[in-house]
């Protein structure tokens, strides 16, 4: 049976990400969205994000050149991130399996457990979990991670890697159907960047091309408030990683930050990560079919098309 729009119960989708926060900035508000609408959400994590930096003064001794406990703090702050979009979460390989690479270059490249390392070994696991919650649709990055980062790239190897097998083992009624590519749209970026009209002390404005972005896409999905507030929410809880230049402040960010924008409807919100770019905040999210069934017609409908009970 196929359905166009409405209720989604039956649909299964698993998004496959690197790092905890990732499900949230890339993914957010399309999870959100489908799952509101009933589908079933998974979300595969494939490292603890060890290797990343913290925000803020209270917490900085978590990272990896100090006490390397962020990896484990980072735990709750994915499973709040998956409470507010309404998705379950599996850990790729079990809680630590695999460690964050790191960027290219980084000595944690060389760590016998960082996930770029993973061989054929982490796509039998992936392919384990998708035999098991049978998805129609899979979401993650495309062949450049995104942004370059080895962890994002290695996850969109082991979901196609692991689609193939699936497809060589011909998994009867249980191959997903279609796999999207997370990108940001260059035009709507611009726009959102172009809007920020106040920057927070301490934070900057990204440079002509800091920032990762396409000019194509086949897919879009515009959150409704509901499911905006979900994503920001959702990247919220990822206090170490994300600050919300909206005044709130929290354990980890005890400073609250201010910014203001010339038009809430191109970016409803301003947040930086690490290196404190303040980014906004927008209201779509765009796609790209990376694998399987195209959209049909003039869809531009991420799940049109699909078949599920």
Known sequence: MTHDHGDLGGLTVCAVHAHPDDEAIWTGGLLAHLAHRGADVTVVTCTLGEQGEVIGSPYQGLIADVADQLGGFRIAELEASLAHLGAAGVHLGGVGCWRDSGMVGDPANDHPRAFINS??????????VLCSLRPQLIVTYGPDGGYGHPDHIRAHEITHAAVEKMVAQDEEGGIPQRILWAVTDRTEQRAGLDAISVIPDGWRRAE?????????HDAVIRLDD???AAKKAAMAA???????ADGTVGRVNPVAAFAAVTDPRVAPGVFAL?????QPLLRNEHYRIGWGSTLPGASVDPVEGLEFP
């Open 238 to 244: 990822h206090a170490t990683q994300i600050w919300f």
């Open 274 to 278: 690490s290196n404190l770019i303040a």
């Open 208 to 216: 002509d091309g800091e920032l990762a972005s396409v000019d194509t």
């Open 119 to 128: 061989g054929d070994t982490a796509v039998d696991q992936l392919v384990d």
């Open 226 to 228: 509901r499911c905006l």
